[in-house]
Nanobody, 124 residues
């Protein structure tokens, strides 16, 4: 059974940084895609970034390009989201997700397993 556990959220001032972690377990993720999504109050869940578990290729949403960086540690079975120069608009619950295919998708309904989410709040 696949399990995803996020950590690292919190309250930070605008311009600050946070690093989110997603510990994945339950199977080998070779050939799969790991993604980060976020959902602000009253808004739909939106794609943030994704990484191919095997090759390490990455994909980013335009609002976070140049500020966020996704990476993975295969030995620890963990995916990270380094978030720099945070803005109040980045405030949301951030979710880790896994997709059972090897190509990227930015649609949340094309991901198969989800973590419980971690709150990120950026104050102005």
């Amino acid at each position: 059974q696949v399990q995803l556990v996020e950590s690292g959220g919190g309250l930070v001032q605008a311009g600050g940084s946070l690093r989110l972690s997603c510990a994945a377990s339950g199977r080998s993720f070779s050939g799969w895609v790991m993604g980060w999504f976020r959902q602000a109050p009253g808004k739909e869940r939106e794609f943030v970034a994704a990484i191919k578990w095997s090759g390490g290729n990455t994909s980013y949403a335009d609002p976070v390009k140049g500020r966020f960086s996704i990476s993975r540690d295969q030995a620890k079975s963990t995916v990270y989201l380094q978030m720099n120069n945070l803005k109040p608009d980045d405030t949301a619950v951030y979710y880790c997700a896994v997709r059972r295919f090897s190509w990227f998708s930015r649609f949340h309904d094309e991901y198969d397993y989800w973590g419980q989410g971690t709150q990120v709040t950026v104050s102005s």
